[in-house]
């Protein structure tokens, strides 16, 4: 089984602001982007977008921070993702403000020469979301698309 790469949530131990007073706590989850080899998620460190705590993934959703690491000069920036990208890619990733899980992930699409769609924004209103997609081809070419769903989730 070749090697397969997801994006998924990891829940660190800050609060956001807007919930410091609730109760019980709740927990300020950011995604991650991971390589999975024969179901086997590869250990990597990742960096809280909120509190700049490093964790080391361990499994899909699951981490553990690591005490003592205050700062990670080593890990990968999206700065560094830039480099090995085509520019008009850059400048459309860079414009759409993207998390470094998304860098990675459309980095691994293009380095393994897959082609696959990346969820660039959602935007959910009452029953309708709209979705902006970025499809990579095989090729390296891409191209940008919306989509509109119907939520159909209460309607009787």
Known sequence: MPIEGIR???ECHCVLPQFRNRTPALYHKFIVFSLVDDDKVQQKLSQCNNCGIIHKIVDLCKSEIVHGLEEGRSL???EDIK???PARLVEFLTQQNVDISTWEY???ILDN???KEVIISKDDKADIIQLKILHIKEDG???VRTE???DDIGVE
């Open 8 to 10: 998924h949530l990891i």
């Open 76 to 78: 990968r920036t999206i």
């Open 83 to 85: 480099m090995s990208l």
């Open 106 to 108: 459309v980095e691994f």
């Open 113 to 115: 020469k897959f082609e």
């Open 141 to 143: 070419t891409f191209k």
């Open 148 to 150: 509109t769903r119907q």
